[in-house]
Structure formats: C-alpha cells, structure tokens
C-alpha cells in the first residue's frame, strides 16, 4: 500500500516507454523515420489500410455487443439499437450456450442468461430475430467453442424467414485458439476443434460466401494482461495455424483468404494502438505473401474489428470511462478498423443499462460525425512518430512470433501451457506496475477522492424470472418437438463425427431445424472426441 | 520475485484459488494465486469450470486455510452461498472464503452478509490483499 502515491500528489506524466515496452523519443526527426515510407492506402503491404477512399467510401460499421437474459430480452434491445441508428448487431451469449451446456444441466443453471442470451436452440434464434430481417442486417456472434453450431442455427433461421443464404452477412469469431490461452469457452481437445473451425469456414466460403465465418482474435489475451505487441504476435501466429489447417483440409488460400478477418482491443496508449494495427495490417500481408506466395490483393487485405475498453475500464469514478472509451475509439479510427465497438462506462462492474449503452453509442457518432477524423485516409500517415512506431512494432511482433515458432507452433505452446503461463506473468506485471503508481489510473493509484463515495449510475438488474422461463421453454420445446426427427439428425452427426474428412456443417444444420438442442449436438460430439484437459500449472 | 519456502506473511498457510462455474475469465486468479505463492502460502490453483462440490472436496482433501473464489460472469451470489453451504455442510464452516472478480459495489456487501469474509476486486492492491488475508488467517 505504501508505494501508491498520495491521492493528488503532482507527478506529471513523463512515461518514456510504451505499455509495450518500446522507449520513445522525446522527438522523432525525418531521419529516424525515414525507413518507413508509408506508400499509398490500398497498396501492398497498405500500412495506409486496404481501401483507397478509407472512409469516404464506406464508413466503420458501428456495433455494439449485447445480449442478456432470454431472447425475448434481448430482441427488445436489438430493436431499441436498431431504431438508434446502429448499423449492425453484435450478439453476446450466455455462458452456458458457449460452454455447450443445456439450461437443465447443473453447470448452467447459476449462469443462464447472465453474460449473454440463452440461445439453446433454433426456436431461441427465431425469437432473438423476430421482426429483424436477416438479409438487412450484419450479425456478429461471439462464440467460439460452440461457433459451428450457433452459424448452423443462423443458416437454419434464415431458412425459416425465406432469406437466401448467400445474402447474409456477419461473423462469427470461431476462433478456439485464444480460447485455450485467455477467454476459457473451450469444450474439444484442440485437434477435433481446428477440425471443426475448418469445416464451418470451408462450409460458409461455399453457401455464405459474404459471410466471416472466422475472426481471429486477441482482444481477450490482451485483456488477459498481455501488450499491445504480443496481443497482435499472437493473433498473427493463430492466423497462420488456421491457415495451414484450412490448407491441409483442401481449402483455396486465396479464396479463404479473402473472409478471414480479425478482432482486437484497443487501451489507453492512443499512438502504440494506431501504430499497432497499421504494423498488425502490413505484417499480416507481408506473411502471407512471404510465406505462401499470396498475391491477390482481396486475400493479402487485414481487415479487423475493434472493441474498446475491457479491461481499462475502472470501477473508481465510473463516468471517466467514458473519456477512456473515446480517446480508444480514435485509436481504432486512426487505425483503420471496419467495425468498432465501444464499451459503455459501467462495464467494470455490471451489465450495460440502457442509458450506458446509449451513451456507447453515442461517442462513436460523435466520432463519426462530428470529429472530422474520417474526412481523410490515414490522417497519422507521415507522421514521424507514427511511422517510427509502426516499424517498431513490426518488428516486436516478428520476434514474438519468432518465440512461438522456436517454442515449436501455437498449438504445443498452447497444449503445454507455455502460452497460458506466459500472459499470466505478464498480468501480474501489468497489476505490479499498476500498484506501484508506474502505469497511472486516474481515480484509481491517482488522484483519487478518498473522501468521495463513488457514484454508479443507475443500476442493471437481470430480472430474476428469466433462469425459470428459459427453463421452462426449454422443457417445452423437448416435449414439443419431433423426437425421431431430432434422433436421427444427431446419430447422423455422432457418426460423421468420426470421420475427420467429412464436412459436419449439413449435419449442425440438420440438427438446429429438428430443433436439437446446443447441449444434444455437443454432447455427441464430446462421446466422439473427449474434452480438452487444461494444463493449470501457475 | 519468489520468496522462499516458509517465509513471508502467509507462511504456512494453504489456500484454494478457485474457479467456480463457467467463467473462463482467469487472468485474475493467476495473478492473486502468483501473488499468494510469493507471499509464501502454498496456492493451489483448480483451472477453470469447477462445480462447488469439487471446490468444496477439494478444500476439505487438501486441508486448506482459506478458499478464493474467482467470478467474474455475475454468478458470484449463487456461487459463493453454494460453497459457504457445502463447507458448512461439511462440517467445514470455519474455513474462510474470500471472493474476487467483478463484484457491483452494493452485492459486495451481500456477500459479506451471506458469510463471506472479504470481497476484493481488481482495484485493490496486492499488498494490501495479502496483508489483509494475513489479519485474516492469523
């Protein structure tokens, strides 16, 4: 305790290193910078980003993550969102639909409805979108361990609104490999689940091809404590493993090439996160062009979505968050992201109420519409500082990826644990730092109020019925469904199971119509291929 | 950074670091448990997705001095009165819980009135957690 500074105590902020480690200049001239020509947006390896008219042309698409309760719940939201000018939805789910788990089970019933939306069938899907047209929308579902099945499901329930596949857009993240590291939905040991990340990609290329049937993501090892170069070092060496595992499996790189795209955090450093994904954007090309001989441009472009605040929020003062969430947000803008989402303020502590969300949603308009930040492609492009930094962090990013490669691939350091081990040091330096008064939290380690109560807003209660009703509805749907229909569909996908070479997607997607539930399909499939044994070792 | 085997201000002690239902979010109890093992107590560490019985076996096999439950999907209230009850079903109700995660401010107290003998989220300092456990526990 003794070594946080005095509430007030004058301690200018004089930081001379990144969060990332990399010391700064106290001036870049032309000459440190004059490595790193930017070139033009749109041109290999596109530091500048892969559109010519940046913004101009097309706009970020602003989507906020939500989610809670049942699907009636959350419905009434999308639709509140919706009416506000949102213009796509970000669909959070329950714990239980990401874990695989029926709302009966004993390991859902304390968590049903709690971070998400209880979707444990397609008849929750067909409620969540009642009266939401899914060819009109993009639809973004943060799910991972069960990713094929909840796409499955959305096929199905576009089948069920009369909406051709091939019109829908959206993403799924389907990205198990941080899951193992950071996230923890993990239900399949990690072969079984790159087996089936493969099947859903080389499934939507064929029916959905507008749709992002993967994002690779290290906003969560990032918020799990690790730095802004290691969070894209990760990210990247996950890429490449999918890439290899689709290639394996008789996939066209450069056709999937073309749909993968990418989710990040963005924190507090407002250059480092810039720089971060323009270095992120050319050193993804640059792999694939040096590494496969990528030449496509479509397939070479780094395209990604942002979320913004996560583990930067604080509880302290809560209404400052708001300022943290906009300075992120420019980071993301100055970046070049597609699709942003910004936290609201209250998120340190409990689920968003309406005002907060709205609030969320605001800045980003703000931002948008107000800022001028969108008027020009690039607006930091040659800035000293800006290139310097993004050279740096290129090349941090290569060492880290030259780590992992030596270790032996992502897949052993994550089956060993070694990745796992690695970003829980870098949290305990992150909170060591923090307690020391070096990484400055206002209304935190600094200029706190001690004498002040914290002021929380208004309050999010989850209405305590819902647990009850979704189990209801789910005892419902068991009695009311066709029991041979859902038999036969799920003794087809155990016995496809077994065969690595056969694509499982039809089979999901069969299930979700005989309305099997979340739980039935994993639970097969678990009889086939087991369940991942974490390594706990600290 | 490690202290030595039998010294600091947990020396001796046995704690339970554990993960109760479906939360995956473990950065927070790796580094209370890296903190606990440098204060010199002997951590040990479930991994993610255990039910309250497990945890509350696991206390009772391994004898510990305390148990830290780390929640962070809003299932604390649920959680932690399960464990409270299991352990004093046990006949193991002297054995403290301690809980962490993300805890709105006005359930904290709920906790501490169902039985929990401190509530500790991310804006506290290690020192003073461990200092603070150390009162706690001696």
């Known amino acids: 305790m003794s070594a946080v500074p005095k509430p007030g105590a004058p301690r200018p ?34 530091t500048r980003g892969i559109f010519a008219d940046g913004y101009r042309g097309r706009a970020w698409t602003i989507r906020q993550y939500s989610g809670f309760g049942s699907a009636e719940e959350s419905n009434q939201r999308y639709r509140f969102l919706l009416d506000q000018g949102q213009t796509g939805l970000s669909v959070a789910l329950d714990l239980p639909t990401q874990c695989g788990y029926d709302p009966d089970d004993p390991m859902a019933r304390p968590e049903i409805g709690k971070v998400g939306v209880s979707l444990f069938s397609l008849s929750e899907m067909e409620t969540l979108f009642d009266g939401i047209d899914l060819g009109a929308i993009s639809t973004s579902f943060t799910i991972n361990g069960t990713a094929a099945i909840i796409y499955a499901m959305y096929l199905a329930a576009a089948d069920k609104q009369g909406v051709p596949r091939e019109k829908l857009t959206g993403t799924i993240q389907n990205d198990i490999l941080k899951e193992y590291v950071a996230r923890g939905t993990w239900i399949f040991p990690v072969r079984p689940s790159l087996r089936l990340i493969a099947d859903s990609v080389l499934f939507s290329n ?43 499996r008789g996939g066209d790189l450069t056709r999937f090439a073309r749909r993968l795209s990418f989710f ?10 810039a720089a971060k994904f323009r270095a992120g954007r050319r050193l ?29 929020l604080v509880a302290a003062q809560p209404y400052n968050n708001i300022v943290r969430v ?21 998120e340190a ?100 109020r001690e004498a002040q109560a914290d002021s929380y807003g208004e309050v999010f209660r989850l209405d305590p019925q819902i647990a009850g009703r979704v189990l209801a509805k789910h005892a419902e749907l068991k009695r009311s469904r066709d029991a041979a229909r859902v038999e036969r569909a799920l003794g087809a996908l155990e016995t496809a199971a077994a065969n690595d070479e056969q694509n499982l997607m039809p089979l999901l997607v069969e299930c979700c119509h005989a309305y099997a539930t979340v739980g039935e399909m994993v639970e097969r499939l678990k009889r086939c291929w087991g369940e991942f044994q974490e390594p706990v070792r600290l | 950074m490690n202290a030595a085997i039998g010294a600091g201000p947990l020396a001796g002690k046995r704690i339970l670091v554990a993960k109760p239902g479906l939360d995956g979010h473990d950065s927070g109890a790796k580094v209370i448990a890296l903190a606990l093992r440098d204060a010199g107590a002997e951590v040990i560490y479930t991994g ?18 305390a148990v830290g439950l780390s929640i962070l999907s809003g299932s604390h209230k649920e959680l932690a009165r399960e464990v409270l009850e299991g352990l004093a079903a046990a006949g193991a109700g002297d054995i403290p819980v301690f809980v962490g995660g993300t805890i709105p401010p006005e359930d904290a107290a709920g906790l501490l009135a169902a039985g929990v003998r401190g509530v500790y989220t991310n804006d506290m300092p290690l020192a003073q957690m461990i200092d603070e456990l150390a009162l706690a526990l001696a």
């Open chain 1, 264 to 273: 990040f955090y963005t924190h507090m450093d407002l250059f480092e996160e």
């Open chain 1, 13 to 46: 902020e004089t930081r001379a290193v990144t969060p990332s480690g990399i010391e700064v200049p106290v001036v870049v001239t032309r000459e440190m910078a004059a490595e790193s020509d930017p070139g033009l947006p749109a041109q290999y390896p596109y």
């Open chain 1, 349 to 448: 502590f409990q689920i968003p109420t309406e005002f907060s969300a709205e609030i969320a949603l605001r800045t980003q308009q703000i931002v948008q519409h107000e800022s001028g930040i969108a008027a020009t492609v690039d607006p930091l492009g040659g800035s000293y500082y800006v290139e310097w930094l993004t050279e740096r962090m290129e090349q941090g990013m290569r060492e880290v990826m030259g780590e992992i490669d030596a270790y032996g691939g992502v897949v052993k350091a994550i089956e060993e644990g070694w990745l796992q081990r690695r970003i829980a040091q870098r949290a305990r330096e992150k909170k060591d730092a923090t307690d020391r008064g070096e990484r400055v939290v206002v209304g935190q380690n600094q200029f706190r």
């Open chain 1, 206 to 248: 064929e029916v959905s091809p507008r749709f992002n049937a993967i994002s690779i993501a290290g906003a969560h090892v990032r918020d799990a404590g690790c730095t802004a170069i290691e969070e894209m070092a990760y990210t990247l060496a996950n890429g490449l493993a999918y890439v290899d595992e689709l290639i394996r």
């Open chain 1, 326 to 346: 906009a300075i992120e947000n420019l980071a993301a803008v100055l970046g070049g992201a597609q699709s942003i989402f910004t936290c609201a303020y209250d």
């Open chain 2, 48 to 65: 993610l997705r255990k039910t309250p019985e497990f945890i509350v076996r696991v206390a009772l096999d391994e004898d510990v001095s």
């Open chain 1, 284 to 312: 993804w090309a640059r792999l694939l062009r040096e590494r496969y001989g990528v030449t496509d441009d479509k397939a070479l472009h780094f395209r990604f979505g942002v979320v913004c605040g996560g583990s930067s």
